[in-house]
C-alpha cells in the first residue's frame, strides 16, 4: 500500500471555542484522524483555499468575525466538493435550513455525543470517498444533440427516430401507443418540429384532462348563448391551429360524441362551433396518442372503429424504459446536464453504484418517473454526483438483494429456493439454468440482473470463478437459443452487441 493510500483522513475543526476544539481533536484524534484547528471562520476559510484541503471541515455556527453559515457559503464556493459539518448551540428550523441550503453534510448540536459525532464524521468521510472514487464529470453526449428531449441509441428507439423521420415530410395522421411516461408528446413535438408545418402552431390538448361535458368547447369553440355559463364566443383548439399540428394525448379517453366530431374533422376537415350552425375548414394535422389497447376498446365498442383506422394510419410504438434499459446511463447524463445548465442542481454526475441501481430498476412510471427521480437525488446530493445514498429509498429497496429474489416469482416457488442451501458450485450452476430457462421462455432480460445480483450476494468473494462461469454459461445457453443469432442472443440478455461480443471473446 503506498503512503498516499495509507494516510489517514483529515478533518478541520473550525470554532473560536478553544475547549471545543480540544475536546473535538481528542475524540476523532482516538479514531485515528489526522486533525486540523481554525480559531474563526476567516482562518478556516483560508486553510481550506491554501490546502491541503481536508476531507472534512466541523463548521462552528455562531462564532466571532465571519459567521459559520457564511463560511460555510464561501468555503462551498472555492470548493464544491467539501463536506462540511455544521455545530450548533441552538436547532433552530432557520439553522437546519440555512445549513441545507448552502450544502452542508449535516449538523450537530452542542453539547456533543462523542458516538454520535464520530458516526456522522464516518458517514461523511464515506460519502467523501465515494464522491473521489466516482471520477471526473466526462459527459456521455451533448445536450444540443438531443434537442429533440427524446434520448436513447438502442435499437427499439433508433426504429422510433426511422419512424419519426419517415412521416415528417407527409402529413399522414400518426398514432403514438406506449404506457405513460415514455415520450410520447416528444414524439409528437419532433414530428412537428421537422414538418413543413413548423412555423405553425402545435397545439397540445389532454384528452382525460377536460371533462365530456366541455371537451367539444375545448376543441371545436362555441358560440355566445350555446349553453349555462357560455357569455361570449369561444374560438377552439383546432380552428387555432388552422395550418399547424394539433397533438390528443390520452384520446382513447375522448367521449364517443366528439370521437363522432374527430372523424369528421379527419374525413372532410370541417368543424362547426358547439350551439353554430356555420361549416368552418380548417387545415389541421392530427397526432393522436394513447396508453390504452385501442383494439379492444373497438371489440368493446367503445371506441369508434371508423376513427380506430383513420387515426391509425402510422403508429410510432413507445417502447417502456424497462425494455431499452441501456438507454438508463444516457437518459440520466441528458438529465444532469440540463439540470446543472438550468441552475436547478449541483450534481453533475453520479456514481457507477448509483448506475447500477438505476439500471436494475423496473421503472413502472418509465422516463418521467427517472426524470424526478434524477431531479430529486441531484438536489439533495450532498457532493457534486448523485451517490446511492441520494436514490430515494423505494428505488433502493426494490433493487436490493431481498427484492430480487422476492420480484422474481412466488416466494414459496422461487426457483432460487430450492438452491438456497445447496453449495456454492450448485448454486452457481442452478442459477445459469433458471436464467437460461427463463430468456428462452421469453421472461424479461431483467431476470439475468436479478439472478446475477442474487448470486454476488450468496457467494460473495470467494466465488468469483464460479461468476464467471455461470455467467460463461448463460451466454452459451443464450446464444444457443438464438440459434447463434448474436443479435437476438444480446437483445434477450440485456446486453448491446458489442458487450456481448466481448464476452464471447
Known amino acids: 500500500m503506498s503512503e498516499a493510500a495509507a494516510k489517514p483522513p483529515t478533518i478541520l475543526i473550525v470554532d473560536d471555542d478553544a475547549e471545543i476544539r480540544y475536546s473535538l481533536t481528542r475524540v476523532f484524534s482516538s479514531r485515528g484522524y489526522q486533525v486540523a484547528e481554525a480559531a ?26 465571519m459567521g459559520g453559515i457564511e463560511t460555510l457559503r464561501l ?8 463536506l462540511v459539518v455544521l455545530m450548533t448551540a441552538f436547532g433552530t428550523a432557520q439553522t437546519a435550513i440555512e445549513a441545507m441550503k448552502y450544502g452542508a453534510f449535516d449538523y450537530v448540536m452542542k453539547p456533543f455525543d462523542p458516538p454520535k459525532v464520530l458516526a456522522i464524521a464516518e458517514a461523511a468521510l464515506k460519502t467523501h470517498a465515494d464522491l473521489r472514487a466516482a471520477g471526473d464529470y466526462k459527459p456521455a453526449l451533448n445536450t444540443e444533440d438531443y434537442k429533440e428531449g427524446i434520448v436513447g441509441n438502442s435499437p427499439v428507439m433508433q426504429e422510433v427516430f426511422k419512424i419519426i423521420g419517415q412521416v415528417t415530410a407527409s402529413d399522414v395522421t400518426v398514432m403514438i ?3 405513460s411516461g415514455t415520450g410520447k408528446e416528444l414524439v409528437a413535438r419532433s414530428i412537428w418540429k ?8 402545435f397545439i397540445a390538448v389532454n384528452c382525460a384532462a377536460i371533462p365530456d361535458n366541455l ?6 369553440g362555441h358560440e355566445r348563448g350555446s349553453f349555462t355559463g357560455a357569455t361570449g364566443q369561444r374560438i377552439g383548439k383546432f380552428e387555432l391551429c388552422d395550418g399547424g399540428t394539433i397533438f390528443l394525448d390520452e384520446i382513447g379517453d375522448m367521449a364517443p360524441a366528439t370521437q363522432t366530431k374527430i372523424l369528421r374533422v379527419l374525413q372532410a376537415g370541417e368543424i362547426q362551433r358547439v350551439g353554430g350552425t356555420d361549416t368552418l375548414k380548417v387545415d389541421v394535422r392530427v397526432i393522436a396518442a394513447t396508453n390504452k389497447d385501442l383494439e379492444a376498446m373497438v371489440k368493446a365498442k367503445t371506441f369508434r372503429e371508423d376513427l380506430y383506422y383513420r387515426l391509425n394510419v402510422v403508429r410510432i410504438k413507445m417502447p417502456a424504459l424497462r425494455e431499452r434499459a441501456e438507454d438508463i446511463p444516457l437518459i440520466t447524463d441528458f438529465c444532469l446536464q440540463t439540470l446543472v445548465k438550468q441552475r436547478k442542481a449541483h450534481a453533475a454526475r453520479v456514481s457507477a453504484e448509483a448506475l447500477a441501481v438505476l439500471i436494475r430498476y423496473p421503472w413502472p412510471g418509465n422516463v418521467r418517473e427517472l426524470e424526478n ?4 437525488s441531484a438536489v439533495i446530493a450532498q457532493g457534486d454526483a448523485i451517490l446511492v445514498k441520494d436514490l430515494p429509498a423505494e428505488i433502493r429497496s426494490a433493487t436490493s438483494t431481498e427484492a430480487v429474489v422476492g420480484e422474481t416469482s ?7 429456493e430450492s438452491v438456497r442451501t445447496a453449495n456454492a458450485e450448485q448454486v452457481a450452476l442452478a442459477t445459469a439454468r433458471v436464467v437460461a430457462e427463463s430468456v428462452a421462455s421469453g421472461e424479461p432480460a431483467l431476470t439475468v440482473t ?5 448470486l454476488h450476494a450468496e457467494l460473495r468473494q470467494e466465488s468469483e470463478p464460479l461468476l464467471e462461469r455461470v455467467t460463461q454459461e448463460l451466454i452459451q445457453r443464450s446464444v444457443a437459443a438464438a440459434g447463434g443469432d448474436l443479435k437476438v442472443a444480446a437483445a434477450e440478455l440485456g446486453l448491446t452487441l458489442a458487450a456481448l461480443k466481448k464476452r464471447l471473446k
Do not use: C, W
Open 40 to 65: 474563526s471562520g476567516e482562518l478556516g476559510l483560508a486553510a481550506v483555499k491554501k490546502g491541503p484541503v481536508p476531507d472534512l471541515v466541523f463548521l462552528d455556527v455562531r462564532m466571532g468575525g
Open 215 to 220: 371537451i367539444e368547447s375545448e376543441l371545436f
Open 194 to 201: 421537422h414538418s413543413h408545418r413548423a412555423g405553425k402552431p
Open 75 to 82: 468555503i462551498r464556493s472555492v470548493n464544491p466538493r467539501q
Open 177 to 179: 401507443t406506449g404506457e
Open 373 to 376: 427521480v434524477i431531479y430529486r
Open 410 to 416: 412466488d416466494v414459496s416457488h422461487s426457483p432460487f
Open 450 to 454: 436479478r439472478a446475477l445480483d442474487y
